[in-house]
Nanobody, 116 residues
């Protein structure tokens, strides 16, 4: 059974940075994509960034130029580097891994809080 364990969240002042990590408990067969979502109180869960198996990345417009998604296949880990944080980035951030065999794994979420 695969588990995705997230870490790196916390309380940061506006303009600061965080690096979120999401480590799989074991290698996942035939990964299609890895991604980060976030959900603020009272809001729908929002796709923030994805990285495909061939390394192609995509970002929601609001984080372009500030967030960077990356992966370390040897460590079964996906990262989200978040810079120039704004209060509106405050949310619970979730990682997700999908496979070409239609598996879908989610992390437990890590809280990011940005103070003004």
């Amino acid at each position: 059974q695969v588990q995705l364990v997230e870490s790196g969240g916390g309380l940061v002042r506006a303009g600061g940075s965080l690096r979120l990590s999401c480590a799989a408990s074991r290698s996942i067969f035939s990964v299609n994509s890895m991604g980060w979502y976030r959900q603020a109180p009272g809001k729908q869960r929002e796709l923030v960034a994805t990285i495909t198996s061939n390394g192609r990345t995509n970002y929601v417009d609001s984080v372009k130029g500030r967030f960077t998604i990356s992966r370390d296949n040897a460590k079964n880990t996906v990262y989200l580097q978040i810079n120039s944080l704004k209060p509106e980035d405050t949310a619970v951030y979730y990682c997700r891994v999908t496979t070409s065999l239609n598996s879908d794994y989610w992390g437990q979420g890590t809280q990011v809080t940005v103070s003004s």
